[in-house]
Structures are given as structure tokens and as C-alpha cells.
């Protein structure tokens, strides 16, 4: 798809996506940027960058560290987690190849309550309930790939529902 110039200043060019290697040390070292990156512009361009599919065990250990309260590092937390649930950067798409797509975290929702606020959350639901957003398959929470290869880490992407709740596990 093409994008704006809007688009590749956020997001920066598609075609720069990263190879990463997904040890545990470079998960530690670019989560930490990601979580301490001190914009939102920022933040939504690393996040693009190394979790294009707003999935895989970089983006979970993200969404872990930004509902951690306690974590002194952690720096936008409300904002940023309002930029995965909105599916928004500075009022411009932050996944465009996922626009249609809502994030349902695999987190218990009364963590985001306390970083967001349960009447944004509420908001936020509610939009994308009336908007009829899709949401991808939530796997089994241990993330054991099934005897097709899809996991949370590794979702089918022809495998989408109705979102009906940050809640409802579909």
C-alpha cells in the first residue's frame, strides 16, 4: 500500500522493516528503548519498526513493561498504551495494515484500566464496538503454537471476529 508523507515520517518506509533477532538479551536491550522512548511519534516509529505485526515476544514484553505502574523507567505509559488500543500516533494511523483491526491484549484488562483509565478504556471499547473492528484469534495464553504453527506470537491473520469486548476472548 502507499503511504503518506505523514505515514513514513511515523511509521518510517515499509520496505526498512527489521530482521531481528528474537534472543532474550535483544528483546531486553530494544524493549528498553521502546518503553523509555521519551515521544509518542518516537515510540509509534520504534514500535513499527521492530513489531510490525503488533505481535511476537518484543511486543509482549512492550505491552508488559508499559502496565507495569511501578516501573520507574517506563516513560508516556498512559499515551502509549492509548496508541495500541486507538491504533493511532498524533492523530494518524499508527498500523495502517491494520487499521480495521483492534488490539485485544492478552493481559488481564484491569491492568490497562489502572495505566489508561477505565473510562477511556470504556471509550475506547465502545468505538470500536460500534465501528464493528475485527480482532484477531486469541490463542491459548501460553503461547504453544498449534499443530498449524499459529500462536499469540504468531497469529493466522485469516482468522478474525467481530470484536465484542476487551473482555471476550474470541
Keep these: 500500500s502507499t503511504q503518506s508523507t505523514g505515514d513514513s515520517k511515523i511509521q518510517g518506509n515499509a520496505t526498512d522493516v527489521v530482521k531481528f533477532d528474537f534472543n532474550e538479551d535483544n528483546i531486553k536491550i530494544v524493549c528498553y528503548k521502546i518503553v523509555t522512548s521519551k ?70 484488562v484491569t491492568a490497562l484500566e489502572v495505566i489508561v483509565g477505565k473510562e477511556d478504556l470504556e471509550k475506547i471499547e465502545d468505538s470500536n464496538l460500534k465501528s464493528r473492528k475485527k480482532v484477531v484469534h486469541c490463542y491459548r495464553l501460553s503461547n504453544i503454537l498449534n499443530r498449524h504453527g499459529y500462536g499469540n506470537f504468531n497469529p493466522n491473520m485469516n482468522n478474525l471476529f467481530i470484536f465484542r469486548g476487551y473482555k471476550i476472548r474470541q
Design 39 to 108: 515521544t509518542i511519534t518516537g515510540f509509534g516509529g520504534l514500535m513499527r519498526k521492530y513489531c510490525p505485526k503488533r505481535c511476537g515476544p518484543l511486543f509482549h514484553a512492550v505491552v508488559t513493561r508499559l502496565l507495569c505502574p511501578s516501573d520507574s523507567e517506563v516513560v508516556l505509559a498512559k499515551e502509549k498504551c492509548l496508541a495500541l488500543l486507538t491504533n493511532q500516533v498524533n492523530y494518524q494511523p499508527f498500523y495502517v495494515d491494520y487499521y480495521e483491526i483492534c488490539w485485544q491484549p492478552l493481559v488481564d
